[in-house]
């Protein structure tokens, strides 16, 4: 097969192992710099030029689109989708993941676990917000962070009001959160393909921190998941409408809860904690799924 990759670093761990994975099964696959590509929008059969020649013959794309991109690398990848590639992730999947007050509205509509979460946009609203998240501690998060950056432990209700009032005065999104205390500072990740869950690991934050974010200081072993925690996580995946999703869950007095999802996992935690060889298992399942047209939304948008 002819895989293309959307990717922006080739030397990121995940990106290296999938090229290494795909090779050794007889595959080529050609890294693409997402935002190297120009589309052609105009004519009947979309394309992508990318370094002056069009992309073509590609039986799959994956695409690992960085969220500071994620907008312009969604439409390249609706542009293969239109094109009859198959993606690996659909882009209507990863839009919907990467926004987390959608993807907690559809997990909510789902019935699946989630932190009792409380969002309003205007600052006024402050006392209302800590009320509906069931008063301090609280968690306070910046709607575009990553990697634990922008996530706030409020332990008061005093500097849980003044961190609200300093984000809101920066005129960012946030939302906040019930404090899972009894997670202990660790958090789940359960890696999902083709709706099976294929890897997990227990992350830990570092001494002081709540957050388990291995970007953080957190480590991270090998856990036996729970019956629930394996449900939540496919369903969580199959309402989302990603073919291989990390999906986060803390372990709460009430359940499972999901903290996010991931549409572009990262490999090198999970894969050294588990040996699980989950780029192999990722162009396995292209191996046997990719299908050119076989798209659930087209790109339709
Ligand atoms: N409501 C909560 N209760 C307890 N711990 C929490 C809560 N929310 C977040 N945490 C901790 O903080 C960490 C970071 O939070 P979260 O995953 O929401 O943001 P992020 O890591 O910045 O996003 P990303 O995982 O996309 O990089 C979580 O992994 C978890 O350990
Ligand atoms: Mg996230
Ligand atoms: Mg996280």
């Given at each position: 097969?002819?895989?293309?990759?959307?990717?922006?670093?080739?030397?990121?761990?995940?990106?290296?192992?999938?090229?290494?994975?795909?090779?050794?099964?007889?595959?080529?696959?050609?890294?693409?710099?997402?935002?190297?590509?120009?589309?052609?929008?105009?004519?009947?059969?979309?394309?992508?030029?990318?370094?002056?020649?069009?992309?073509?013959?590609?039986d799959a794309v994956i695409p690992r689109?960085?969220?500071?991109?994620?907008?312009?690398?969604?439409?390249?990848?609706?542009?293969?989708?239109?094109?009859?590639?198959?993606?690996?992730?659909?882009?209507?999947?990863?839009?919907?993941?990467?926004?987390?007050?959608?993807?907690?509205?559809?997990?909510?509509?789902?019935?699946?676990?989630?932190?009792?979460?409380?969002?309003?946009?205007?600052?006024?609203?402050?006392?209302?917000?800590?009320?509906?998240?069931?008063?301090?501690?609280?968690?306070?998060?910046?709607?575009?962070?990553?990697?634990?950056?922008?996530?706030?432990?409020?332990?008061?209700?005093?500097?849980?009001?003044?961190?609200?009032?300093?984000?809101?005065?920066?005129?960012?999104?946030?939302?906040?959160?019930?404090?899972?205390?009894?997670?202990?500072?660790?958090?789940?990740?359960?890696?999902?393909?083709?709706?099976?869950?294929?890897?997990?690991?227990?992350?830990?934050?570092?001494?002081?921190?709540?957050?388990?974010?291995?970007?953080r200081g957190g480590s991270a072993k090998?856990?036996?998941?729970?019956?629930?925690?394996?449900?939540?996580?496919?369903?969580?995946?199959?309402?989302?409408?990603?073919?291989?999703?990390?999906?986060?869950?803390?372990?709460?007095?009430?359940?499972?809860?999901?903290?996010?999802?991931?549409?572009?996992?990262?490999?090198?935690?999970?894969?050294?904690?588990?040996?699980?060889?989950?780029?192999?298992?990722?162009?396995?399942?292209?191996?046997?799924?990719?299908?050119?047209?076989?798209?659930?939304?087209?790109?339709?948008?």
């Amino acid at each position: 097969m002819k895989i293309a990759m959307l990717a922006r670093n080739p030397n990121l761990y995940s990106h290296k192992r999938l090229v290494e994975a795909a090779e050794a099964r007889g595959h080529t696959l050609d890294i693409i710099n997402t935002l190297r590509c120009t589309m052609n929008i105009t004519s009947h059969r979309p394309t992508i030029l990318y370094n002056g020649e069009t992309l073509k013959g590609y039986d799959a794309v994956i695409p690992r689109i960085g969220a500071s991109i994620t907008h312009y690398g969604l439409a390249v990848l609706r542009q293969f989708e239109m094109g009859g590639v198959w993606p690996l992730n659909e882009s209507v999947a990863i839009g919907r993941s990467r926004d987390k007050l959608r993807s907690m509205q559809i997990f909510a509509k789902h019935g699946l676990g989630l932190p009792v979460t409380a969002f309003a946009h205007d600052p006024k609203q402050t006392d209302e917000v800590m009320k509906i998240a069931g008063g301090a501690p609280v968690v306070i998060k910046l709607l575009e962070g990553t990697q634990g950056i922008g996530v706030v432990l409020g332990d008061t209700e005093r500097s849980a009001k003044s961190v609200i009032e300093a984000f809101r005065g920066a005129n960012v999104n946030i939302l906040v959160q019930e404090f899972i205390k009894e997670a202990g500072s660790s958090d789940i990740r359960i890696f999902v393909i083709g709706g099976k869950v294929v890897a997990s690991m227990m992350r830990t934050g570092a001494e002081d921190d709540f957050r388990s974010n291995l970007h953080r200081g957190g480590s991270a072993k090998m856990i036996k998941i729970t019956p629930e925690e394996r449900a939540t996580a496919i369903r969580a995946a199959k309402v989302m409408g990603l073919n291989v999703a990390g999906v986060d869950v803390l372990r709460s007095n009430h359940g499972p809860v999901i903290m996010e999802v991931n549409s572009s996992p990262g490999l090198e935690g999970i894969e050294k904690t588990t040996g699980i060889d989950l780029a192999g298992k990722i162009i396995e399942f292209i191996e046997n799924n990719a299908k050119a047209g076989k798209t659930a939304t087209k790109g339709k948008g």
